[in-house]
């Protein structure tokens, strides 16, 4: 217990999924957090859950005035941020040739936009206390692999991957006590993923949960990812900085 105790933490897309699970470990260790999302009910559900006096904001990652409001709520609630964990995203079940335009756009708007808003702004904020502070941006391991049916999903997570490390490279050259890294999860029991799989998305290779578990083949759990994003929220990761972190159970070497 106590791990980030006192630190303040903002988690995007935090109404289901990752994003809860994420908030609700992180307020377990002692984080100040703030819950955001466009699902109002799912957002104060999550903070509820999560409890130490956790808060929900309605956030619409797309809209770059919106996340200055945010930030500004959330310093002026807690005081300060340390933790920024961009994991707010969405999946299109499209290939090349069946994306539409607007598919496309509304993909980037978010998982790219939205993470280069929430980049630009949280370093704003950072930068003014004298913390170790810690963004975690959330890839997917679709930015190493050809995921036919996830087109836009992929090159938007690409993006990510490749912001990570500008960013992190930026804020260790202007001398901020800013870490900037990428996790990038692989097949996760998530709603999004039961959803994409409907669609016709494909999924893991043995990716039922009833198969045996680690190391064996199967989905990962959202505790699995949540755990991570509290190492990197933690100052015990305080030497890992433009990092790309896998979570997948070796889904890009395995055969």
Request: hydrophobic share 40%.
């Amino acid at each position: 217990m106590g791990r980030i105790e006192g630190k303040v933490c903002l988690v995007t897309g935090g109404g289901a999924g990752l994003g809860r699970a994420d908030a609700i470990r992180l307020a377990e260790e002692g984080g100040k957090v703030v819950v955001t999302d466009v699902n109002v009910a799912g957002g104060e559900e999550t903070a509820q859950l999560a409890g130490n006096g956790a808060i929900f904001i309605r956030q619409d990652v797309t809209d770059e005035d919106g996340w200055q409001q945010v930030l500004k709520q959330t310093a002026d609630h807690f005081g300060k941020l340390n933790v920024l964990v961009n994991n707010a995203g969405i999946v299109v079940v499209k290939t090349v040739e069946s994306t539409t335009t607007e598919e496309w756009r509304r993909v980037h708007s978010i998982m790219t936009d939205g993470v280069f808003f929430g980049l630009k702004y949280g370093i704003g904020l950072m930068k003014q206390n004298a913390d170790l502070n810690s963004i975690i941006n959330v890839s997917s391991t679709a930015a190493f692999l050809g995921f036919p049916p996830f087109f836009a999903y992929s090159a938007a997570k690409g993006a990510v991957r490749s912001m990570t490390k500008s960013a992190a490279v930026h804020c260790q050259q202007s001398g901020y006590r800013i870490r900037v890294n990428s996790i990038h999860p692989g097949g996760i029991a998530t709603e999004m993923i039961k959803k994409a799989a409907a669609e016709g998305g494909t999924t893991p290779k043995g990716a039922d949960p009833a198969i045996a578990g680690p190391p064996g083949p199967g989905l990962g759990e959202p505790e699995d990812v949540a755990n991570t994003v509290l190492f990197l929220a933690s100052d015990e990761s305080k030497f890992i900085n433009g990092a790309e972190m896998l979570i997948d159970n070796c889904t890009i070497i395995s055969p």
